[in-house]
Nanobody, 123 residues
Framework: QVQLVESGGGLVQAGGSLRLSCAAS????????MGWFRQAPGKEREFVAA???????????SFADSVKGRFTISRDNAKNTVYLQMNSLKAEDTAIYYC?????????????WGQGTQVTVSS
């Protein structure tokens, strides 16, 4: 099992920045990727960004079109932590942000999820 704990959410004005953190613990050796998802009120959960758990700190990163150029994802394996740097925030970025981790066996699906952290962007 892998436990994930998000932090760093909050209230920010449009145009501002936030950095989310996701600390992983447990059987970290079993995962090969981590990602961020978000769910806005009344909407389905959607993919935001993902990164490989091995390789360079920002290797094999991918992003949703809606956040490309504004968000970056990175990780610190020594701290078992993945980060989501969010810049130029917009009101439509308001959502609960979830961290997730996946095992090789599940291909593109994610096996473990954090409890979420609220991000609210005021316009």
């Amino acid at each position: 099992q892998v436990q994930l704990v998000e932090s760093g959410g909050g209230l920010v004005q449009a145009g501002g920045s936030l950095r989310l953190s996701c600390a992983a613990s447990g059987s970290i050796f079993s995962i090969n990727r981590m990602g961020w998802f978000r769910q806005a009120p009344g909407k389905e959960r959607e993919f935001v960004a993902a990164i490989r758990w091995t390789g360079g700190p920002t290797s094999y990163a991918s992003f949703a079109d809606s956040v490309k150029g504004r968000f970056t994802i990175s990780r610190d394996n020594a701290k078992n932590t993945v980060y989501l740097q969010m810049n130029s925030l917009k009101a439509e970025d308001t959502a609960i942000y979830y961290c997730a981790a996946g095992r090789p066996a599940t291909m593109t699906a994610y096996d473990y999820w954090g409890q979420g952290t609220q991000v609210t962007v005021s316009s």
